[in-house]
């Protein structure tokens, strides 16, 4: 079946506005994950969804960044007013009630000029 | 909190050679599970292989095989017959064996770029 997919797989910005990222979890997944990768670096966790609620939050920086996920599948990202130290790749995750191994997506690379 | 280390930035074999990448951790919990993901310049994380904490057996995935010592807290891969596809950048990757919140989170290492000379 297919993996996950995330949109847009690039984003420029300019400082100060506002973005939306996507992530399309596996089907079937009711486990969902946001990770920030800046360049050089490795995944920091950002929120964890188990089903439509944020069952673990403590990894987004600020009150800018907020995540949804409705309906218990698709899964928006949002930043307000974006800052220059928001540039970073952001890549979702999903797995299976209970699973262990999470499967991610190509990512999106946001750039905030 | 847990914390995962890779002290080899950057890695080169020869093609059909062998090569290891070390990784160690810190955790004071005694079951967890251990991954390596590939990372390739398409930025899609692929899952290599994963250990139990609790099976002694170390796994293997086909050319890819790990060290597990449990007790030193090292995870190690080693990719046995390099070929030029396994070009990429490598994480090592800790996630506890507990269900509660803040656990499920998997705590990266900070990466080992692998060049593969033909």
């Known amino acids: 079946g297919a993996g996950v997919s995330q949109t847009p797989s690039n984003k420029v910005t300019e400082k100060g506005k506002y973005v939306e990222l996507r992530c399309d979890p596996i089907s079937g997944h009711t486990a969902l994950y946001w990770y920030r990768q800046s360049l050089g670096q490795g995944p920091e966790f950002l929120i964890y969804?188990?089903?439509?609620?944020?069952?673990?939050d403590s990894g987004l920086p600020n009150d800018r960044f907020f995540a949804v996920r409705p309906e218990g599948s698709v899964s928006t990202l949002k930043i307000q007013r974006t800052e220059r130290g928001d540039s970073a790749v952001y890549l979702c995750?999903?797995?299976?009630?209970?699973?262990?191994?999470?499967?991610f997506g190509p990512g999106t690379r946001l750039l905030v000029l | 909190a847990q914390t995962v280390t890779q002290s080899q930035p950057e890695m080169s074999v020869q093609e059909a050679e062998t090569v290891t990448l070390s990784c160690t951790y810190d955790t004071s919990e005694s079951d967890y599970y251990l991954f390596w993901y590939k990372q390739p310049p398409s930025r899609q994380m692929i899952l290599v292989i994963r250990?139990?904490?609790?099976?002694?057996q170390n796994a293997t995935e086909n050319r890819f095989s790990v060290n597990f010592q449990k007790a030193a807290k090292s995870f190690s891969l080693k990719i046995s017959d390099s070929q030029l596809g396994d070009a990429a950048m490598y994480f090592c990757?800790?996630?506890?064996?507990?269900?509660?919140?803040?656990?499920?989170?998997?705590?990266f290492g900070q990466g080992t770029r692998l060049t593969i000379n033909p």
């Open positions: 990757a800790y996630r506890s064996f507990l269900l509660i919140q803040g656990a499920q989170k998997l705590v």
């Open positions: 250990q139990e904490a609790y099976k002694q």
């Open positions: 969804f188990q089903g439509t609620g944020a069952a673990d």
């Open positions: 995750a999903s797995s299976s009630l209970g699973g262990e191994t999470q499967y």
